[in-house]
């Protein structure tokens, strides 16, 4: 069993850049494939991105692909998602999540077994 918890939200100004944080504790982080998902007010919750447990593919939501970069570190137990450009619909609640051993590529489907409780990302226009 892993806890995930999120860091690095804010209040940011379009055209910023920010890098969430998602720290793992719990034993063996490098046997599941973490992904990122983001919930804006009055919407469901979305894939935004993932990587997969060996850190060597991601797979982005087609949404944000080019603006959004997800990796790991498996030493510090923690992945990361970087946006740049950030416009006011990026604003949401963003979720880290952790799947076992699953390519990036199935992660938008798959339903994650842990999840972290989320940090707010507003941004202001």
């Known amino acids: 069993q892993i806890q995930l918890v999120e860091s690095g939200g804010g209040l940011v100004q379009a055209g910023d850049s920010l890098r969430l944080s998602c720290t793992a504790t719990?034993?063996?982080?490098?046997?599941?494939?973490m992904s990122w998902f983001r919930q804006a007010p009055g919407k469901e919750r979305e894939f935004v991105g993932g990587i997969g447990w060996s850190g060597g593919d991601t797979a982005y939501a087609a949404s944000v692909k080019g603006r959004f970069t997800v990796s790991r570190d498996n030493a510090k137990n923690s992945a990361y998602l970087q946006i740049d450009a950030l416009r006011p619909d990026d604003t949401a609640v963003y979720y880290c999540a952790a799947t076992p051993m699953a390519s990036a590529e199935t992660l938008e489907h798959l339903t994650p077994m842990y999840w972290g409780q989320g940090t707010q990302v507003t941004v202001s226009s």
């Open positions: 719990g034993r063996y982080f490098n046997n599941y494939s």
